[in-house]
């Protein structure tokens, strides 16, 4: 991995560039795939407190140039290392929770189908009437092959829906696919 240590307004000490070498290798043992860090210490005069105030920034890349970032001040820089390095290990833990999350769909769900029964275009959004009753709101922005303008009440449309605060919602609204034979 490759590791830069910085320092602005303060001269770097061996035992502060020991701490953050330590905290860096304690952070790659638990997320081996961390391919960059960067720490700068920097002294700065705090604008309200006219005090000075010490500043630890950390900065973590993995593959793909995910970044994860911390920037913490406190009294002291052993303090704000602490807190830095803290901050960024919660950030990667969290990625990798919601990562591992993710729910993978391994064949496509079919669409559904359905007619516009409610239409606002001065707002950008309707509702559609699901087959076999229901209805789904839908968002202009979720409209593909087909203008927003060009729905009317009793449009025919197919649909994939996803759970949302209110319920369901339309995520992508086309027109049916013509059925050979029929057009």
Do not use: C
């Not at 006219?50 to 920034?57: G, I, P, S």
């Not at 990625?95 to 007619?115: C, Q, S, Y």
């Not at 009317?152 to 086309?174: I, L, M, P, R, Y």
């Amino acid at each position: 991995m490759d590791l830069q240590i910085e320092s602005r307004n303060v001269v770097m000490t061996p035992r502060w560039k020991t701490e953050i070498e330590q905290r860096m290798a304690d952070l790659q043992a638990g997320h081996e795939d961390v391919m960059h860090g960067r720490v700068t210490l920097t002294k700065n005069r705090h604008h309200k407190k006219n005090a000075l105030v010490a500043e630890a920034f950390v900065l973590v890349t993995l593959p793909g140039r995910q970044t994860f970032t911390a920037r913490k001040e406190d009294k002291t820089f052993e303090e704000a290392i602490r807190a830095a390095f803290a901050a960024v290990e919660t950030e990667l833990r969290k990625f990798r929770e919601k990562r591992a999350t993710k729910e993978i769909r391994t064949e496509p769900i079919p669409p559904i189908r359905g007619v516009i029964t409610k239409i606002f275009p001065e707002k950008g959004y309707g509702f559609i009437l699901k087959d076999g009753g229901g209805e789904v709101y839908f968002h202009k922005n979720a409209l593909r092959d087909v203008e927003f303008q060009e729905l009317a009440d009793g449009t025919e449309v197919v649909f994939n829906t996803e759970a949302g605060n209110k319920g369901d919602h339309a995520t992508v609204v086309s027109r049916p696919p013509a059925i050979p034979g029929l057009e």
